[in-house]
């Protein structure tokens, strides 16, 4: 039973344009969403998180969009560079709960 | 720097053999998890440590076993009975269990079989 889910296994974009990463969730109790950034051989970095109070969340080059009916988490990157290349997780809780993660999409920006 | 370190960065399993991977944070959190991570999969709980001398299963707890004696360390030990331990095993830890925070991860370590 796979509650969060990223059917994108990899995606390419041009360097200089937006990359948007997706992820699906089944649980309609998620109220933490989160999203990692994975390089090879070192663990996840944090990127960017977004409470269900809210549909949006900002920092800098990243942007989290979350759709509570369509129970759908996306998270934009603009303007995309080289070094943003990796996996990228996304994960969810509801309430004080462990965090379940999705299988991770790997992002490779082109020059 | 604060942060989380997992050693050995490589390990390798002989058959019937328990290996234990180190976590060593100092952050000051409270609590500690341990994931393993499988190709093309997520990340899926082992254990985790809400706080000092305590302890719980994760979803897949089988063939492992863990221990906090201290705040600051969290090892898991990888047990014969575990039957597939090839894998890539992440340690995080948080201000406060499961809390609204972000998990902060070491770099994790391989383990394969000989």
């Known amino acids: 039973d796979q509650q969060v889910k990223q059917n994108s296994p990899s995606l390419s974009v041009q360097e200089g344009r937006i990359s948007i990463l997706n992820c699906d969730y089944t649980?309609?109790?998620?109220?933490?969403f989160l999203w990692y950034k994975k390089y090879p051989a070192e663990g996840p970095t944090f990127l960017i998180s977004i409470s269900s109070i809210k549909d949006k969340n900002e920092d800098g080059r990243f942007t989290v969009f979350l759709n509570k009916s369509a129970k759908h988490l996306s998270l934009h990157i603009v303007p995309s560079q080289p070094g943003d290349s990796a996996v990228y997780f996304c994960?969810?809780?509801?309430?004080?709960?462990?965090?379940?993660f999705g299988q991770g999409t790997r992002l490779t920006i082109n020059p | 720097d604060g942060g989380i370190t997992q050693s050995p960065k490589y390990l390798f399993r002989k058959e019937g053999q328990n290996v234990t991977l180190s976590c060593e944070q100092n952050?000051?959190?409270?609590?500690m998890y341990w994931y393993r991570q499988d190709p093309g999969q997520g990340l899926r709980l082992i254990y985790y440590?809400?706080?000092?001398?305590?302890?719980q299963k994760g979803d897949i707890a089988e063939g492992y076993s863990v221990s906090r004696e201290k705040k600051e360390s969290f090892p898991l030990t990888v047990t014969s009975a575990q039957k597939n331990p090839t894998a890539f095993y992440l340690c995080a830890s948080s201000l406060r269990y499961f809390s609204n925070q972000p998990q902060h991860f070491g770099d994790g370590t391989r383990l394969s079989i000989l």
């Open positions: 440590s809400q706080i000092v001398n305590d302890f």
């Open positions: 994960a969810a809780s509801a309430g004080a709960q462990k965090l379940v």
């Open positions: 952050l000051n959190h409270d609590a």
């Open positions: 649980n309609s109790m998620f109220d933490y």
